[in-house]
């Protein structure tokens, strides 16, 4: 998904009474928090608390929606302005805290002049009316156009493509969404269902998230779909979204998400949140994405040819792994990406040495041999290089996948593996529903283990070249020159 850079854009608009007209800001600049891969991403000042979005869809799948989004916060510092991340919408209104406020687009940030100073520490509650465009390049995230209607692919910095936010996972909130769709739709989002309304021809649905949310983890399902109900470890009510021509023929492959979360929970404890489930969608996406909740899978890798079982099967424990690692326990910043991704590799590896006789040990190897190649191209583990322009995808490269896990399987090797399970259960235990630095699991391991792991882990977190591995010290990493 690619990266978008930040243009400026003139289009300046205030709503009086029912007429649009033009407002000119003194230099409304876009902010960020700085983080090193994505600088402005996110917004200073201000801690989300909730959103609650408002999307109407009239059927065709090109056209905007129209939308409200409303946003609960407290200020965190003095503002004179507030800045959200908003693009490919046109917006109509603002409000704070109930009165109507100027604002100005530029580049990415939708930036709001409220009547007044607003201090430190107090409620604010933001109402923004607009359109909502899944219409543009897909491969940019956001909206994803399905067969029949709309996913969402937020990763890494495209949920403000959607929806006005702090889009960053470093502000985690509670959601709700109400969505209005054409009656013979079904929608379905993160969360729980709290309800349907009908309206002559359309219906409202909601649903609520019970822990908080990075906003590039939100999901919204509208199309022709069919919900599967089942029953996880501990009652955990267990949902499928899928096209409803589809339903039988991927009830047997769906059928295997209970004794997964079994598995999952057998290692790292119990699962974190109030739901699960698959969102199969009428798109070929050419990638699957741990959704809170409800996990994104493209149909044609479950309904076409040529993937094994049991990689279907490992994939599949690969997004329900970032329900703990990444959802649950959510990056800081961005370079900390390796904590979701090798998390989530790891336990796929594990899965398959476990159920398809693929051995760990035989994949780490190779993983190894290839893992300065990997540096080289794009950056040690956890000081990752940031994506080309135009390439967001190019982030998610080997080296936060294999090459993460490797980081594990090294940890585990040094500490061993009665210490390293410790580990992992604190690690989602001690931050579930926070945020974690790769800093917080290098003390943590180090607690764990009984001894400062700070120089241990140092070379394979930030190194250009791969460290030696303990208990191998046969194994070695192939040049870059060579592996080409």
């Given amino acids: 998904m690619p990266f978008i850079s930040r243009r400026l854009r003139a289009a300046l608009l205030v709503t009086a009474s029912a007429t649009l007209v033009a407002a000119t800001l003194p230099s409304p600049v876009p902010l960020g928090i700085g983080d090193p891969l994505f600088p402005h991403l996110g917004n200073p000042g201000y801690d989300v608390r909730t959103y609650d979005i408002g999307l109407t869809y009239h059927g065709d799948n090109s056209k905007p929606l129209d939308a409200v989004t409303r946003i609960d916060a407290r200020t965190t510092e003095p503002l004179d302005r507030i800045n959200l991340d908003f693009t490919r919408g046109t917006v109509r209104s603002v409000e704070v805290n109930g009165l109507r406020a100027d604002f100005a687009v530029t580049d990415e940030d939708l930036v709001i002049e409220p009547l007044g100073r607003l201090p430190a520490g107090v409620p604010l509650r933001i109402t923004v ?31 403000h493509r959607v929806f006005p936010s702090n889009d960053h996972p470093a502000d985690k909130a509670y959601f709700t969404f109400r969505v209005t769709a054409p009656k013979d739709l079904t929608v379905v989002a993160n969360g729980l269902p709290a309800g ?8 409202t649905w909601t649903y609520r998230t019970e822990h908080p949310m990075a906003t590039e983890l939100a999901q919204v399902s509208i199309g022709r779909s069919t919900v599967l109900h089942r029953t996880g470890p501990h009652g955990l009510p267990v949902r499928d979204v899928v096209p409803t021509a589809d339903r039988k023929r991927l009830e047997p492959r769906l059928s295997k998400t209970p004794a997964q979360l079994e598995w999952m929970e057998k290692q790292v404890g119990r699962y974190p949140f109030e739901t699960y489930g698959l969102l199969v969608a009428a798109n070929d996406t050419g990638f699957e994405l741990e959704t809170q909740t409800l996990s994104l899978f493209e149909r044609s890798l479950f309904t076409g040819a040529g993937h094994p079982e049991w990689y279907l099967d490992s994939i599949m424990v690969h997004e329900l792994a970032h329900q703990w690692f990444g959802d649950s326990v959510s990056p800081q910043s961005w370079s900390d990406l390796w904590l979701n991704e090798g998390h989530a590799t790891w336990y796929e590896a594990r899965y398959a040495e476990e159920h398809a006789d693929k051995p ?3 994949r780490m190897r190779e993983a190894y041999t290839r893992s300065d190649g990997w540096r080289a191209a794009g950056g040690p583990p ?4 940031a994506p080309e322009p135009g390439q967001k995808i190019s982030l998610f490269r080997p080296v936060v996948y294999d090459g993460s896990a490797l980081i594990l399987y090294a940890l585990r090797q040094e500490i061993g593996a009665s210490a390293f399970d410790r580990l992992e259960r604190s690690w989602v235990r001690k931050h579930r529903d926070s945020n974690a630095t790769t800093e917080d ?19 394979w977190l930030y190194g250009e070249k791969t460290p030696p591995m303990p208990g191998h010290p046969d194994w070695h990493s192939a040049t870059p020159a060579a592996q080409r």
């Fill in 196 to 203: 349907t309304a009908r309206h002559g021809a359309d219906t």
């Fill in 382 to 385: 956890a000081r990752p290089d």
């Fill in 360 to 362: 760990l040990e035989r």
């Fill in 441 to 459: 699991f290098v003390r943590l391991a180090s607690r764990t283990a009984g001894r400062d792991l700070t120089s241990f882990l140092d070379g």
């Fill in 129 to 159: 009316r607009h359109t909502s465009d899944p219409g543009g390049d897909q491969d940019s995230g956001g909206w994803l156009r399905t067969a029949d209607g709309l996913a969402m692919a937020n990763q890494a910095d495209a949920a």
